[in-house]
C-alpha cells in the first residue's frame, strides 16, 4: 500500500515540481537524478510520518489510560502510581425447599448479593478497597480498607475486611464452589475491624498474616465500631510447598489460623452467636430472653483454631477445614467453657478440562454458540458437620428449638459461561440429630432439603 | 487426636519452608537498561554470564534487556524503571542517574578504565560504490549530500557523532568555534530526518533507503556491512573521529532492594573478562584488552582518535555548551525543526 502511495505521490511530485525546480538545476540534473531526489523526499516524508506515529504512541504511553474489558474498568495514571478500578457482581439466587410434610424455609428468588466495588491505588503502594452490599434488601458495608504494600513480603491493612481465618470464607463469594459455604464458615468471623500485617514469603511459598481486631462472634460482620475495650489477636499461616519449584503438588495448601480475644456480652448485647444451616435458616441460638436469669451471655475468652488446606491439580480440586471455636459463656451464676467444632471437605471436578484453582474457573472455551464453544462444567460434592459442645443443653440452649448436631451433604453444577459469568445449582440435604423435634416421637429437627440456583455477573 | 493433627500440620509448615526458601533462592533476575544499538551484544553476554554465574554460585540467573535512546533509558531509570545495572552510551547519562541518588556520583571509580569496558567511535557508512564519494567530514558539509544522523538530545550516539564532527571542525580550522559552529550547521542542514536513537537512523538508512550517509556507532556500522545489508554498503572511515566510551554502572539503589547486588557487579566485572571482552569484539566494539584488541585488529579501522576531555573539557561542559536546551545545537538545528 505504501509503494503504491508512493508511486502515485511520486508521479504527481514529478508533474507538479517541475515548474518550481530552478532552471539551473533542471538543466545540471538528468531526469533519473530527479526522480532519485524527489524518491528521496517521499522516502523522507514517509519517515518522519512513521516516527510522528511512534512518538504518539510513546505519547499515548505516557498518557492516562482508560480500559475495559473482562478484569472490569479502570483508569490509570501514565506512571501506574494512580489507579481506580470499578468492579463488582450481582448474585441472583433461587431457593426451593423440596419437604412434603414441613418447608423449613420460604421458596423464594432473592438478590442475594449486590456488591460494586471500589478499588484503587494512590502513589503506587497504597491500595483502598470499598465494597458495599445492596442484596436481600438491606445495606452494609463489608469493605472498607486502605493497604500500604511497602513489599510482597509487608503490607499493613487496616480498616474494615476479612479476619484472615477461614479458608472458605477468605474464597471470593465470587469463586466459591457452592451457592452458600458450608457449615464451618459458622465458626469463623465474616468481617472485622483493625489492622493486619501480611505478606508473602519466599516467592510466595509462604503467606502469613496477622493482627489485631475489635473482635466479633461467630459469622459476624462488625459493626463500624466495638462494643467492649478488649482485642482479639487473630493470624494465619499458609503454605504452599511447591508453589515455586512446580511439579503434580504445585497447588498443594495448607495451614492454620487461630483467634483469641475476651468477649463480655450484656443483656442488649449478649455477644454470642447464632449459626445457620447452608439454606440460611438459624438452627441454633442460646437462651436469651432478656432477663438476666434467662440470657446466656459471652464471659471470658473466645478462641479458634483453623486448620485447612486444598489441592488442585488439572481439573480435579479438593478443599478441606477444620474449625474449633471455644467461647466461656455464663448464664446468670453458672458459667461454662463451650467448645463447638466443624468440619468440611468439598471436591469438584471441571469435566470440560479447565484448570480448577482456589480462584474460581477460568474456562479456556466462553460460552459462544455461533463458534459451538460453550463454557466450562464443573461438578462438585460436599460433605461437612457441626457438633455443639454437649455442655451447651439444657442450661445454654434450648433443646426444644435447637439440635446438638447437623451434617449437610450437597452436590452441584457450576456452568462457567466465561470469567465473567456464571450458572450454579445445588442441592444439599441437612440432617440434624438430638433436638428441635417437632412431636415428642420426632425428636430431631426436620431434615433440610433445598435446591439452590445461582445467576452471577461478576466484573 | 485434633491436638495431633495440628501438630502434623504445623510441623509440615515449617519443614516446608526451607524447601521454598532454597527453590527461590535459585533464581536472579537483573535488569540491564542500555542505549540502543547494544541488543545483539547483551543477548549473547547475558547467555555467557548467566552460564559463568551458574558454575560459580549454582544461582540461575534470568537477564532482562531495556533498549532505546541513551538520553531516554537514563531518564526512564531516574523515572522509576528498575535497573539493576545501566550500559549507557555515555557517562553523562550515568552522571544523571547517578544525580538522582541512586547511585553514587563516583560510579565511575568503581570499575576499571572509567568504567567503560569496550569503546568505539565513529564511522560512516554509505551506499555500494560510495556514489557521493563520501571520503571525510568536509563532504558531509556540501550541499546535495543527506546525511543521516539521530538526535542528540535524545541520543547518546548522536552526541557522539555531533562532537565527533565538532572535534574535526576545531582542528582542522585552527581550532576556532564559530568556523566549526558554522561547519557542523552545515552538515545538519543536511540532515533530513532526526531519529531518536541509533538504531532508529540505521533503520532509517538501510531499510528506508533515506540519505546518502550515515553517521553511526563503528559497531553498528560494521553490522549494518556484515549482517543486516551485506552486500549494500560500505564503511569509509574519516581521518578524525572520536574515542566514545560507552559506560556501565550498579544501580545500587535498585540492586540492594532486588537484592541483586552481588550478581549486578559480578555482571558488569565479567564484561572486563576475556571472555566478555571477546564477546565485545564479536559484536564489532573495541575490546580494551590488548590481546583480544590484537586478535580483532582487522576488524577496525586504522582512525586517529580524541577523546572528549581533550577538546571539550568533558561531559558535563559539552552537555551544558551543546546540548542543553538553547544550546549550540538548538541553534543550528532550530528547536522544533
Known amino acids: 500500500m505504501r509503494r503504491e502511495l508512493s508511486a502515485v505521490a511520486l508521479g504527481a511530485l514529478v508533474l507538479l515540481s517541475g515548474g518550481s525546480l530552478r532552471a539551473q538545476d533542471q538543466q545540471e540534473k538528468t531526469p533519473d537524478e530527479k526522480i532519485q531526489e524527489l524518491d528521496q523526499k517521499i522516502r523522507v516524508l514517509e519517515r518522519k510520518d512513521e516516527l510522528r506515529q511512534e512518538a504518539e504512541a510513546d505519547k499515548a504511553k505516557a498518557s492516562t489510560s482508560v480500559t475495559s474489558g473482562k478484569d472490569g474498568f479502570s483508569i490509570k495514571s501514565a506512571d501506574g502510581a494512580f489507579l481506580l478500578k470499578l468492579r463488582g457482581y450481582v448474585q441472583f439466587d433461587g431457593r426451593f425447599f423440596s419437604d412434603d410434610k414441613q418447608k423449613p424455609g420460604i421458596d423464594t428468588f432473592t438478590l442475594r448479593r449486590v456488591r460494586p466495588i471500589f478499588e484503587g491505588t494512590v502513589y503506587k503502594i497504597f491500595d483502598f478497597r470499598i465494597m458495599p452490599d445492596f442484596g436481600q434488601g438491606t445495606t452494609t458495608l463489608f469493605d472498607a480498607y486502605v493497604e500500604a504494600r511497602f513489599a510482597p513480603s509487608f503490607k499493613v491493612r487496616a480498616g474494615k475486611f476479612k479476619p484472615p481465618v477461614g479458608l472458605e470464607r477468605l474464597q471470593s463469594a465470587t469463586d466459591i464452589l457452592f451457592v452458600e459455604r458450608a457449615l464451618p464458615t459458622n465458626l469463623v468471623p465474616n468481617r472485622d475491624l483493625g489492622i493486619q500485617v501480611s505478606g508473602d514469603l519466599s516467592g510466595g511459598v509462604v503467606n502469613y498474616a496477622a493482627g489485631v481486631f475489635n473482635g466479633t462472634v461467630d459469622l459476624g460482620n462488625q459493626a463500624d465500631a466495638d462494643t467492649n475495650n478488649s482485642k482479639d489477636v487473630e493470624g494465619r499461616v499458609f503454605v504452599q510447598p511447591f508453589l515455586v519449584s512446580g511439579g503434580a503438588l504445585k497447588n498443594l495448601g495448607f495451614g492454620v489460623a487461630a483467634t483469641s480475644g475476651i468477649h463480655e456480652g450484656t443483656l442488649t448485647a449478649p455477644g454470642l452467636p447464632s449459626y445457620r444451616t447452608p439454606a440460611q435458616q438459624t438452627f441454633f441460638s442460646y437462651r436469651s430472653d432478656g432477663t438476666a436469669a434467662g440470657t446466656v451471655l459471652a464471659d471470658g475468652r473466645h478462641t479458634r483454631i483453623v486448620p485447612q488446606g486444598y489441592f488442585y491439580s488439572g481439573p480435579f480440586g479438593l478443599l478441606a477445614e477444620y474449625a474449633q471455636s471455644k467461647q466461656e459463656v455464663r448464664r446468670a451464676t453458672v458459667s461454662a467453657d463451650l467448645e463447638h467444632t466443624s468440619w468440611q471437605t468439598a471436591a469438584s471436578w471441571v469435566i470440560t478440562g479447565d484448570d480448577a484453582t482456589y480462584r474460581g474457573v477460568n474456562p479456556k472455551k466462553v460460552f459462544d454458540p455461533a463458534a459451538h464453544t460453550w463454557g466450562a462444567f464443573e461438578v462438585t460434592a460436599r460433605y461437612s458437620k457441626l457438633d455443639l459442645d454437649e455442655k451447651t443443653f439444657p442450661l445454654f440452649a434450648n433443646p426444644a428449638s435447637a439440635p446438638r448436631s447437623t451434617t449437610a451433604w450437597a452436590v452441584g453444577l457450576n456452568w462457567y459461561l466465561n470469567k465473567n459469568v456464571r450458572v450454579m445449582l445445588d442441592y444439599e440435604r441437612s440432617t440434624f440429630d438430638g433436638g428441635a423435634g417437632t412431636t415428642s416421637l420426632v425428636t430431631d429437627r426436620i431434615p433440610e432439603k433445598i435446591l439452590f440456583s445461582r445467576f452471577q455477573i461478576s466484573y | ?337
Open chain 2, 1 to 337: 487426636m485434633r491436638s495431633r493433627i495440628l501438630s502434623i500440620l504445623l510441623l509440615l509448615s515449617v519443614a516446608a519452608f526451607p524447601v521454598g526458601a532454597q527453590t527461590v533462592s535459585q533464581k536472579a533476575k537483573l535488569l540491564n537498561v542500555s542505549y540502543d544499538p547494544t541488543r545483539e551484544l547483551y543477548q549473547d553476554f547475558n547467555a555467557a554470564f548467566a552460564k559463568y554465574w551458574k558454575g560459580q554460585t549454582g544461582q540461575d540467573v534470568e537477564i532482562q534487556q531495556s533498549h532505546g535512546g541513551s538520553g531516554k533509558q537514563a531518564r526512564s531509570v531516574i523515572d522509576g524503571l528498575e535497573a539493576d545495572v545501566v550500559t549507557l552510551a555515555l557517562a553523562y547519562d550515568v552522571d544523571a542517574v547517578a544525580n538522582s541518588g541512586l547511585l553514587p556520583k563516583n560510579w565511575q571509580t568503581r570499575l576499571p578504565l572509567n568504567s567503560a569496558p569496550y569503546t568505539s567511535t565513529i564511522v560512516f557508512l554509505v551506499r555500494k560504490g560510495n556514489p557521493k564519494h563520501i571520503k571525510d567530514w568536509d563532504d558531509l558539509a556540501k550541499p546535495g549530500v543527506s546525511v543521516i544522523s539521530p538526535n542528540p538530545k535524545t541520543s547518546g550516539g548522536a552526541r557522539w557523532n555531533y562532537l565527533a564532527a565538532w572535534g574535526y571542525a576545531l582542528k582542522k580550522l585552527g581550532n576556532d568555534p564559530a568556523k566549526a559552529k558554522d561547519f557542523v550547521a552545515r552538515i545538519y542542514k543536511n540532515v533530513p530526518v532526526l531519529d531518536t536513537g541509533a538504531r532508529g537512523s540505521t533503520v532509517t538508512f538501510v531499510e528506508r533507503g533515506i540519505g546518502d550517509v550515515l553517521i553511526a556507532w563503528e559497531n553498528e556500522a560494521i553490522l549494518a556491512v556484515k549482517d543486516i545489508g551485506k552486500g549494500q554498503f560500505e564503511i569509509v572511515a574519516p581521518s578524525l573521529s572520536i574515542l566514545a566510551e560507552p559506560s556501565v554502572a550498579v544501580v545500587d539503589k535498585v540492586a540492594a532492594k532486588h537484592k541483586t547486588a552481588a550478581a549486578a557487579k559480578t555482571y558488569l566485572e565479567y564484561l572486563y573478562t576475556p571472555e566478555g571482552q571477546e564477546i565485545a569484539a564479536r559484536h564489532y566494539y573495541r575490546p580494551r584488552s590488548a590481546s583480544v584488541a590484537a586478535k580483532y585488529a582487522d576488524q577496525f579501522p586504522k582512525i586517529t582518535l580524541f577523546t572528549i576531555d581533550e577538546l571539550f573539557g568533558g561531559w558535563t561542559k559539552a552537555q551544558q555548551t551543546h546540548f542543553a536546551d538553547g544550546g549550540v545545537f538548538d541553534q543550528i538545528y532550530g528547536v522544533g525543526k
